[in-house]
């Protein structure tokens, strides 16, 4: 293989899992949300949804019998959504699971002392989410986390990542806080403000999260959101780019839900930096209906 064809070999997208979590606020959907920190070196400085790679010691919540998920599914899909606990537990504060046997999920005060115990030494690897579920004998709740949406980054990108999308209701009681070292900030916000602050400059949203926000903002309850995504297929977004008279352009299948076919978006919206030379087009105005 010369070094030509090497250099056009698509890096190979690493498997994460983020977390659309949602609640019924006073004005209606919200979406809990974590600001990025600017050092990170995916979406530094972006408001995102809690998420992050697929751990090897994922695995082992699986192997050990702790993932409330049936094995029917295949284990890369049961590992994505035990990320999708972990990471949210991490980033958030946010823990689901169960007391061994229990059909509840854990009670305001158990997830608490647990955050207290635990949170620290997984954030510092001295502990694995599995650890953490054999020494309390409790089941990880990823059942709750409800596939939503799929996107891999193009292929044209330097760092690729396959990241499913889950949507869940949030716990009753429990407090979300973000870990202050990779996520500085925590809001409950409705999906439409998240874009409209995007859109306005006062926040960074990526590309992939705004899609998202829109199509989750179709539901009006938290119940009707994770119903509707427990009812509806998942397609599978590989995003095309093309630059066209020095604007950027990404075309997505009509298929996946956003109302969408093709977008003209900033490089600010999303991960990818601006070719050399390039001119920062304006901001996204209207989208191509597909």
């Known amino acids: ?34 600001q ?14 809690p998420g992050g790679k697929v751990d090897a010691a994922d695995l082992d919540v699986i192997n ?23 990471e949210v537990f991490e980033e958030a504060n946010i823990l689901f699971a169960r007391e061994s046997g229990a059909t509840e999920l854990i009670s305001e005060d158990r997830a608490k002392a647990l955050s207290l115990k635990y949170r620290q030494p997984l954030l510092d690897r001295e502990v694995t989410l599995h650890d953490i579920a054999e020494a309390e004998d409790l089941q990880v709740a990823s059942d709750r986390l409800v596939p939503f949406a799929h996107w891999i980054t193009p292929e044209s990108s330097r ?17 979300a806080h973000h870990d202050d070292w990779e996520t500085l900030e925590t809001i409950w916000i409705e999906p439409l403000t998240a874009i409209t602050d995007a859109e306005a400059d006062r ?19 938290a119940d009707a959101a994770v119903d509707l995504a427990a009812r509806t297929p ?3 977004v590989l995003p095309v780019t093309k630059e066209v008279d020095g604007k950027r352009f990404i075309k997505i299948p009509i ?18 930096p601006p070719p050399p030379g390039h001119q920062q087009a304006p901001k996204p105005t209207n989208s191509k209906e597909g």
């Open 255 to 272: 298929e996946a839900g956003y109302g969408i076919s093709e977008a003209l978006v900033e490089y600010s919206a999303s991960d990818q």
């Open 159 to 175: 760092r690729r990542f396959d990241t499913h999308f889950l949507v869940a209701r949030a716990p009753t009681g429990q407090l």
């Open 36 to 49: 990025r920190t600017r050092k990170a070196d995916f979406a530094g400085g972006a408001l995102l949804f």
């Open 1 to 34: 293989m010369s070094s030509e064809d090497t250099a056009k070999t698509p890096v190979t997208p690493v498997p994460a899992a983020t977390v659309i979590m949602l609640r019924d606020g006073t004005e209606g959907l919200e979406v809990l949300m974590v």
């Open 203 to 221: 926040r960074r949203v990526v590309f992939p999260t705004r899609m998202n926000l829109k199509k989750v903002s179709q539901s009006a309850t």
């Open 64 to 86: 050990g019998g702790r993932c409330a998920l049936p094995a029917d599914i295949p284990e890369h899909l049961r590992a994505i959504r035990v990320a999708g606990v972990r």
């Open 234 to 236: 998942v397609v599978t």
